[in-house]
């Protein structure tokens, strides 16, 4: 396969035109990295390399002006701003520059496009200012609308002030480089009358181009070559050829001069596969897939080339290519803001966003966690990192000051602590130099190692650079305010900086963006997210300036824009042999789901056959696997020993709930992190009201009640429910918020709980306190085990009520009476949901039986705190689920009953041959 490139420099060789001598200005610089590569296949001698430029570099050249970055023009405009808005009327920094942004694309346009600026700046004000007319009829317009005019009739007054101070620092944006370039033309072709140019592959110009270009024709200075083909050009309303139609129909060079070049190219037979595919993630897998099989035929994929439509995916596709691949050239940078690093920044922003000494636990663990801040703090292998996120746990500390972490840090890392956690007092300096010094003390770090470090430092040398460049800003300009306004420009900053990669451009897989692939040509294609709303972008006008006018003064609209989109698209395709279209099926966010208009178009035109697949993730079926852990002989001895300690009522229902979580919790003694509560848990709750029950009842034991006793005991609520809720939920604030309610719903618990004791007094029941929080610890009489195993456990209460013992539980969440009812005892240890309640009942029962002499019957039930009114909820047993009749009272055969279930449950637990097996929960 040929190239357009190869073309061109053959067309000049053959026309015995010294190509040293010719200076050839090209739409990019990579573009001109292959020209000079293709320069030796078309010479037979050794020469001096011509001059190979970029338009951009070329207008550079003209202009004498230099292009500086988005981020200082805007410092820039500001200062005219400033100097031209009064004080009252003006806008923070943060503000301007989010309506600035698109003022200086709109002065980009207008100079570009050699638009009379004084003219076409009075006239946009002018229609605004008819436009403000309908908005109030009277004649004493609101302050809104006379500021409004005052801003459209200032533009050119903006304009003018910014244009003069950009050239007398010799800067500026492309428009004006375009125009300077234009103004000093005349000059420059009096200190360069030699020079030979040639302009090959251009498509869309702008007037400024257009001007330059047609007079280095006119003076028979230039070549120009076409990059197109006769089935773009010669079909009418072809997108692909709108702008060269242009050119050629309006160009007075083409009246009397060949046009080159129109090929024939597309029309070729061409393999052509369209790919649909599902979610951006599915295009970047399957990518990696064409390539596998390209691989299998093609060694090297020297003339390969995977063009992103949405620049996006690169991180996607880098990750899903085939391990086989050994060259490779990506002509993207590595966005900044993808880079590990960015994210310790943006946590520090977002910290630091309010002036406060005070920090929020979870953003003080996030920035301690990350990768690059947690190696900081440690010391004589003691990770410190860990030690003050574990007193945050253990304490519930929801604020933390920079202090208090210097005082868990043991003063090892104050200097740290200090940097990344004293208040920025929402000073820029601070910050810059807070984040300049936190990137110094990392590379200090990493270079203990360099050696495994190397990307690392890299990342670091990249930040210092940015910072670097943020400090120069807030210096030698001052409108940086505030921490807010520095976080912009961060961001501003960070999304457009990259980290590029380093490749052999000339071999191997070609990886680029679709600007990128300008003047290229490959023989095998790979385009992905070819979707509507991404290729093209579609209808964006971010612009002041409105479509008409835009229309009525020939600059760009989406039309246009579209149209260039269209170029690229067909322009890899018009020389290419094999061609692989990827798009999206599945909507995403605000695109994806809608294949392209282009890929329509090629649908309609009918000159090529197309493969169309529908490729679909190999979903592979797994069956659900529950987990098994078998019980070898030394989790048989763990068994043994967990039953000699004593099994809990609780422990013996998690068993019967699910034997794994059994299995983790006592065997492997693996507990749930116990992390930060900011809003008090249910088993705090619990643990408060229980807490505050024994410290009230706990004097009274072998006592009777009376209504008195009861009465005083309510003076002392807030107090110990108070006193409990410190030492549970420690530093965390029950003062406000859900924590005030749910402190006040524990208060109401103990109160209603008093209420409902002193209505039954006063019905005439004799209630005695028994025990409170009995601590039992039985032994469960089961031989076939031949060691002793037991049961133990706290009851909360223990009474007599009218001569009949009662055994209760307390349950400060919701609880029925049917979940303290038997129907079938052989139920009992396997269904969790209806019957763990009646199985932890009877279990208190049981132990309080073997554990003291009891006067049978007895009484067993859970108070439930969600649900007082009901009172006792007593166990009781039911001939069926129906029946009426059932029989609360539980006597020494209830409790032998109980034993029979409670010695099979054991003896499954501690069985070698009943595997621990996971339930589905």
């Given at each position: 396969?040929?190239?357009?490139?190869?073309?061109?420099?053959?067309?000049?060789?053959?026309?015995?035109?010294?190509i040293?001598?010719?200076?050839?200005?090209?739409?990019?610089?990579?573009?001109?990295?292959?020209?000079?590569?293709?320069?030796?296949k078309?010479?037979?001698?050794?020469?001096?390399?011509?001059?190979?430029?970029?338009?951009?570099?070329?207008?550079?050249?003209?202009?004498?002006?230099?292009?500086?970055?988005?981020?200082e023009?805007?410092?820039?405009?500001?200062?005219?701003?400033?100097?031209?808005?009064?004080?009252?009327?003006?806008?923070?920094?943060e503000?301007?520059?989010?309506?600035?942004?698109?003022?200086?694309?709109?002065?980009?346009?207008?100079?570009?496009?050699?638009i009379?600026?004084?003219?076409?700046?009075?006239?946009?004000?002018?229609?605004?200012?008819?436009?403000?007319?309908?908005?109030?009829?009277?004649?004493?317009?609101?302050?809104?609308?006379?500021n409004?005019i005052?801003?459209w009739?200032?533009?050119?007054?903006?304009?003018?002030?910014?244009?003069?101070?950009?050239i007398?620092?010799?800067?500026?944006?492309?428009?004006?480089?375009y125009?300077?370039?234009?103004?000093?033309?005349?000059?420059?072709?009096?200190?360069?009358?030699?020079?030979?140019?040639?302009?090959?592959?251009?498509?869309?110009?702008?007037?400024?181009?257009?001007?330059?270009?047609?007079?280095?024709?006119?003076?028979?200075?230039a070549?120009?070559?076409?990059?197109?083909?006769?089935?773009?050009?010669?079909?009418?309303?072809?997108?692909?050829?709108?702008?060269?139609?242009?050119?050629?129909?309006?160009?007075?060079?083409?009246?009397?001069?060949?046009?080159n070049?129109?090929?024939?190219?597309?029309t070729?037979?061409?393999n052509?596969?369209?790919?649909?595919?599902?979610?951006?993630i599915?295009?970047?897998?399957y990518?990696?897939?064409?390539?596998?099989?390209?691989?299998?035929?093609?060694?090297?994929?020297?003339?390969?080339?995977?063009?992103?439509?949405?620049?996006?995916?690169?991180?996607?596709?880098?990750?899903?290519?085939?391990?086989?691949?050994?060259?490779?050239?990506?002509t993207?940078?590595?966005?900044?803001?993808?880079?590990?690093?960015?994210?310790?920044?943006?946590?520090?922003?977002?910290?630091?966003?309010?002036?406060?000494?005070?920090?929020?636990?979870?953003?003080?663990i996030?920035?301690?966690?990350?990768?690059?801040?947690?190696?900081?703090?440690?010391?004589?292998?003691?990770?410190?990192?860990?030690?003050?996120?574990?007193?945050?746990?253990?304490?519930?500390?929801?604020?933390?000051?920079?202090?208090?972490?210097?005082?868990?840090?043991?003063?090892?890392?104050?200097?740290?602590?200090?940097?990344?956690?004293?208040?920025?007092?929402?000073?820029?300096?601070?910050?810059?130099?807070?984040?300049?010094?936190?990137?110094?003390?990392?590379?200090?770090?990493?270079?203990?190692?360099?050696?495994?470090n190397?990307?690392?430092?890299?990342?670091?040398?990249?930040?210092?650079?940015l910072?670097?460049?943020?400090?120069?800003?807030?210096?030698?300009?001052?409108?940086?305010?505030?921490?807010?306004?520095?976080?912009?420009?961060?961001?501003?900053?960070?999304s457009?900086?990259?980290?590029?990669?380093?490749?052999?451009?000339?071999?191997?897989?070609?990886?680029?963006?679709?600007?990128?692939?300008?003047?290229?040509?490959?023989?095998?294609?790979?385009?992905?997210?070819?979707?509507?709303?991404?290729?093209?972008?579609?209808?964006?006008?971010?612009?002041f300036i409105?479509?008409?006018?835009?229309?009525?003064?020939?600059?760009?609209?989406?039309?246009?824009?579209?149209?260039?989109?269209?170029?690229h698209?067909?322009?890899?395709?018009?020389?290419?042999?094999?061609?692989?279209?990827?798009?999206?099926?599945?909507?995403d966010?605000?695109?994806?789901?809608?294949?392209?208009?282009?890929?329509?178009?090629?649908?309609?035109?009918?000159?090529?056959?197309?493969?169309?697949?529908?490729?679909?993730?190999?979903?592979?079926?797994?069956?659900?696997?529950?987990?098994?852990?078998?019980?070898?002989?030394?989790?048989?001895?763990?068994?043994?020993?967990?039953?000699?300690d004593?099994f809990?009522?609780s422990?013996?229902?998690?068993?019967?709930?699910?034997?794994?979580?059994?299995?983790?919790?006592?065997?492997?003694?693996?507990?749930?992190?116990?992390?930060v509560?900011?809003?008090?848990?249910?088993?705090?709750?619990?643990?408060?009201?229980?807490?505050?029950?024994?410290?009230?009842?706990?004097?009274?034991?072998?006592?009777?009640?009376?209504?008195?006793?009861?009465?005083?005991?309510?003076?002392?609520?807030?107090?110990?429910?108070?006193?409990?809720?410190?030492?549970?939920?420690?530093?965390?604030?029950?003062?406000?918020?859900?924590?005030?309610?749910?402190?006040?719903?524990?208060?109401?618990?103990?109160?209603?709980?008093?209420?409902?004791?002193?209505?039954?007094?006063?019905?005439?029941?004799?209630?005695?306190?028994?025990?409170?929080?009995?601590?039992?610890?039985?032994k469960?009489?089961?031989?076939?085990?031949?060691?002793?195993?037991?049961?133990?456990?706290?009851?909360?209460?223990?009474?007599?009520?009218n001569g009949v013992?009662?055994?209760?539980?307390?349950?400060?969440?919701?609880?029925?009476?049917?979940?303290?009812?038997?129907?079938?005892?052989?139920?009992?240890?396997?269904?969790?949901?209806?019957?763990?309640?009646?199985?932890?009942?009877?279990?208190?029962?049981?132990?309080?039986?073997?554990?003291?002499?009891?006067?049978?019957?007895?009484?067993?039930?859970?108070?439930?705190?969600?649900?007082?009114?009901?009172?006792?909820?007593?166990?009781?047993?039911?001939?069926?689920?129906?029946?009426?009749?059932?029989?609360?009272?539980?006597?020494?055969?209830?409790?032998?009953?109980?034993?029979?279930?409670?010695?099979?449950l054991?003896?499954?637990?501690?069985?070698?041959?009943?595997?621990?097996?996971?339930k589905?929960?």
């Open positions: 396969m040929t190239t357009f490139i190869f073309d061109v420099l053959n067309d000049l060789q053959t026309n015995n035109i010294d040293a001598n010719i200076t050839f200005i090209l739409p990019s610089k990579r573009a001109g990295l292959f020209l000079k590569h293709q320069i030796p078309v010479v037979d001698k050794t020469i001096f390399a011509p001059e190979i430029l970029s338009v951009e570099e070329f207008v550079g050249e003209l202009s004498g002006l230099k292009t500086i970055t988005n981020t023009l805007l410092f820039n405009f500001y200062t005219i701003y400033c100097e031209l808005t009064p004080d009252k009327q003006r806008d923070s920094f503000t301007f520059a989010k309506w600035a942004q698109i003022l200086l694309q709109d002065f980009n346009e207008v100079d570009r496009y050699l009379p600026q004084e003219n076409f700046f009075n006239y946009l004000s002018a229609i605004k200012e008819i436009e403000s007319d309908h908005w109030s009829i009277s004649e004493n317009k609101s302050d809104f609308i006379k409004y005052n801003f009739n200032k533009l050119y007054t903006y304009y003018k002030s910014y244009t003069e101070l950009l007398s620092k010799n800067i500026g944006y492309q428009g004006l480089v125009r300077e370039a234009v103004n000093n033309f005349e000059m420059y072709l009096q200190q360069n009358q030699n020079k030979q140019y040639v302009f090959l592959g251009f498509n869309a110009l702008n007037t400024a181009e257009e001007t330059l270009i047609q007079k280095l024709l006119e003076l028979d200075r070549k120009i070559y076409w990059d197109t083909d006769a089935a773009f050009i010669n079909t009418k309303n072809h997108d692909a050829g709108l702008f060269i139609n242009q050119h050629k129909k309006n160009w007075k060079h083409f009246k009397n001069s060949p046009f070049w129109i090929k024939d190219n597309y070729q037979q061409k052509i596969s369209l790919f649909a595919v599902p979610k951006n599915g295009q970047a897998k990518v990696g897939s064409i390539l596998e099989k390209l691989k299998e035929t093609n060694n090297n994929l020297e003339n390969t080339a995977v063009v992103l439509g949405d620049e996006n995916l690169l991180i996607p596709v880098l990750n899903s290519l085939p391990e086989s691949l050994n060259e490779l050239n990506i993207m940078g590595f966005p900044l803001k993808s880079i590990p690093l960015a994210s310790i920044f943006e946590n520090l922003f977002h910290l630091h966003k309010k002036a406060s000494n005070d920090f929020y636990y979870k953003d003080v996030k920035i301690l966690s990350h990768q690059f801040i947690k190696p900081l703090f440690y010391f004589n292998d003691v990770d410190y990192a860990s030690k003050i996120i574990e007193t945050i746990d253990s304490n519930n500390i929801i604020f933390i000051n920079k202090d208090r972490l210097i005082t868990i840090s043991e003063t090892k890392f104050d200097i740290v602590i200090n940097m990344l956690f004293s208040n920025w007092m929402n000073n820029p300096t601070t910050a810059l130099n807070n984040c300049t010094e936190l990137i110094h003390i990392i590379k200090n770090h990493l270079n203990l190692d360099k050696t495994q190397t990307l690392s430092l890299e990342y670091l040398f990249r930040f210092n650079e910072f670097n460049e943020l400090t120069r800003l807030n210096n030698d300009y001052s409108h940086i305010k505030d921490i807010s306004a520095l976080y912009s420009i961060y961001k501003e900053l960070l457009s900086n990259t980290l590029d990669f380093q490749g052999e451009p000339l071999q191997g897989l070609q990886l680029m963006g679709m600007l990128e692939s300008r003047v290229l040509d490959f023989e095998t294609i790979v385009i992905t997210s070819v979707n509507e709303g991404v290729l093209p972008s579609g209808k964006s006008n971010n612009s409105p479509f008409d006018v835009r229309v009525e003064n020939k600059l760009p609209t989406y039309k246009e824009k579209d149209a260039v989109y269209t170029y698209f067909y322009h890899l395709l018009h020389r290419a042999k094999n061609v692989y279209i990827l798009y999206n099926t599945e909507q966010v605000l695109t994806g789901g809608e294949k392209s208009r282009l890929i329509t178009q090629l649908e309609l035109e009918n000159i090529h056959e197309l493969k169309k697949h529908v490729v679909a993730p190999n979903v592979p079926v797994i069956p659900e696997k529950l987990t098994v852990v078998k019980k070898t002989e030394t989790l048989t001895k763990s068994i043994l020993k967990v039953a000699e004593g809990s009522p422990s013996l229902t998690n068993y019967i709930r699910n034997p794994i979580d059994f299995y983790y919790q006592k065997i492997l003694k693996i507990k749930e992190h116990n992390d509560e900011e809003t008090v848990a249910a088993n705090t709750l619990g643990t408060v009201v229980h807490n505050t029950l024994e410290d009230f009842y706990e004097p009274l034991i072998n006592k009777f009640l009376s209504v008195e006793i009861i009465q005083d005991l309510k003076k002392n609520i807030e107090k110990r429910v108070t006193y409990h809720f410190k030492n549970e939920y420690k530093e965390g604030d029950i003062t406000k918020g859900k924590n005030l309610i749910i402190f006040e719903i524990a208060k109401r618990y103990v109160l209603n709980f008093l209420d409902l004791e002193i209505k039954e007094l006063k019905s005439g029941k004799k209630i005695k306190i028994i025990a409170i929080e009995a601590d039992n610890n039985v469960i009489d089961i031989p076939e085990l031949n060691q002793p195993v037991n049961l133990r456990g706290k009851v909360d209460r223990v009474d007599e009520c013992i009662r055994i209760i539980d307390y349950k400060t969440g919701k609880v029925d009476q049917g979940q303290v009812e038997i129907i079938n005892w052989d139920d009992l240890n396997t269904d969790y949901k209806k019957y763990s309640k009646s199985f932890q009942i009877l279990c208190y029962a049981y132990m309080m039986a073997k554990s003291q002499p009891l006067k049978f019957p007895i009484e067993a039930g859970i108070v439930s705190f969600k649900n007082l009114s009901a009172g006792l909820l007593k166990f009781s047993t039911k001939p069926s689920t129906h029946s009426r009749k059932k029989d609360s009272l539980i006597t020494e055969d209830t409790l032998l009953e109980f034993s029979k279930q409670l010695k099979q054991v003896l499954e637990i501690c069985n070698p041959e009943v595997d621990f097996t996971e589905e929960v």
